[in-house]
């Protein structure tokens, strides 16, 4: 079973730049076909889609985040990263990666999830 680890800083003032990175157990995800995202969760709101990056390394932005938010991944690490500037209190929630497969049929998936890294934004 693939795990997946986020990591980061816990406490990150107003104004600057957060840098997550979500770390594979192996690289039989990273290296095939598997998609990854970060979703996150505000305190008390549902789950909120920020944005992918594909097997072929194309990124697609949630359009409200965008303009702050970047993904990247580095399969020589099995790692995927998520960097967002102009930090704000909002932007406060646990924050998760997650990776989407083929699985062994051609109508079944895997889909895989870290377990969260909470992140706070307050000076």
């Known amino acids: 079973q693939v795990q997946l680890q986020e990591s980061g800083p816990g406490l990150v003032k107003p104004l600057q730049t957060l840098s997550l990175t979500c770390t594979a157990s192996d690289d039989s995800i990273t290296n095939s076909y598997y998609s990854w995202s970060w979703i996150r969760q505000p305190p008390g709101k549902g789950l909120e889609w920020m944005g992918v990056i594909t097997a072929d390394g194309a990124t697609y932005y949630n359009p409200t985040l965008k303009s702050r938010t970047s993904i990247s991944r580095d399969t020589s690490k099995n790692q995927i990263s998520l960097q967002m500037n102009s930090l704000k209190p909002e932007d406060t929630g646990v924050y998760y990666c997650?990776?989407?497969?083929?699985?062994?049929?051609?109508?079944?998936?895997?889909?895989?999830w870290g377990q969260g890294t909470q992140v706070t934004v307050s000076s």
């Open positions: 997650n990776a989407i497969g083929p699985g062994k049929s051609e109508t079944s998936v895997n889909v895989y």
